[in-house]
């Protein structure tokens, strides 16, 4: 079993729809998660961190970690056709000695 | 202020060959990781270089090592390249050592081996 499942998609929504990420993990010592936006061509970008279990709202962003469920989620919502990319969820432990690990990413097409 | 800045973008070479690649982080950033991003497995660390130390070290064979320098700019080599070494090799670099206060990633170079 992998550290980090996620499911690779492509997942494509109509422009306007709410749209649902999500990532799965095995090591409890997990205590920092994020989500990155990958464009085509173009190194990942950080858009949302949250430390720990809880909501964490960003604009359109909203990230949700259940740690009890080693489950996070990454909502986007009224999406836009610039929202077309790959989404990576990454987490690590709060040693600080350990790598950030990421899941494979989700592509996601928002169609106008 | 300048982003992280990776060359060379692309890549072709032969196997058998080796390839150096670079890395300058932003700056005021000390530490710099590097990534392996391929289709089939996704993201994979390499290493993390830290006020030119070596912190952390992945899962991969021996011809992959790299270092960084006293101005925080990092290299990584490929010694004897074999073909499922094609890949988009990302750096990122941090303000402090570690992956707690998140990445910024380069846009990558493409590296081929043919």
């Known amino acids: 079993q992998k550290e980090v499942e996620q499911d690779p998609g492509p997942l494509s929504v109509p422009e306007g729809a709410i749209v649902s990420l999500n990532c799965t993990y095995s090591?409890?010592?997990?205590?920092?998660f994020m989500w990155y936006r990958q464009y085509s061509r173009k190194g990942p970008e950080l858009l949302m961190y949250t430390y720990s279990s809880g909501n964490k709202e960003d604009g359109r962003f909203t990230a949700q970690v259940d740690k009890s469920s080693k489950y996070i989620s990454l909502f986007i919502r009224d999406s836009q056709p610039s929202d077309s990319a790959t989404y990576l969820c990454?987490?690590?432990?709060?040693?600080?000695?350990?790598?950030?690990?990421f899941g494979k990413g989700t592509r996601l097409s928002v169609i106008a | 202020k300048a982003g992280v800045t990776q060359t060379p973008r692309y890549l072709i070479k032969t196997r058998g060959q080796q390839v150096t690649l670079s890395c300058s982080p932003i700056?005021?950033?000390?530490?710099v990781s590097w990534y392996q991003q391929t289709p089939g497995q996704g993201l994979q660390f390499l290493f993390e270089y830290f006020s030119e130390t070596q912190r952390n070290k992945g899962n991969f064979p021996g011809r992959f090592s790299g270092r960084q320098f006293s101005n925080s700019r990092s290299e990584m080599n490929v010694s004897t390249l074999e073909l499922g070494d094609s890949a988009l090799y990302l750096c990122?670099?941090?303000?402090?050592?570690?992956?707690?206060?998140?990445?910024?990633f380069g846009s990558g170079t493409r590296l081929t081996v043919v």
């Open positions: 090591n409890s010592a997990f205590q920092y």
């Open positions: 700056s005021g950033h000390r530490s």
């Open positions: 990122a670099s941090s303000l402090g050592a570690g992956p707690i206060y998140g990445y910024t």
């Open positions: 990454a987490m690590t432990s709060s040693s600080g000695n350990t790598p950030l690990v």
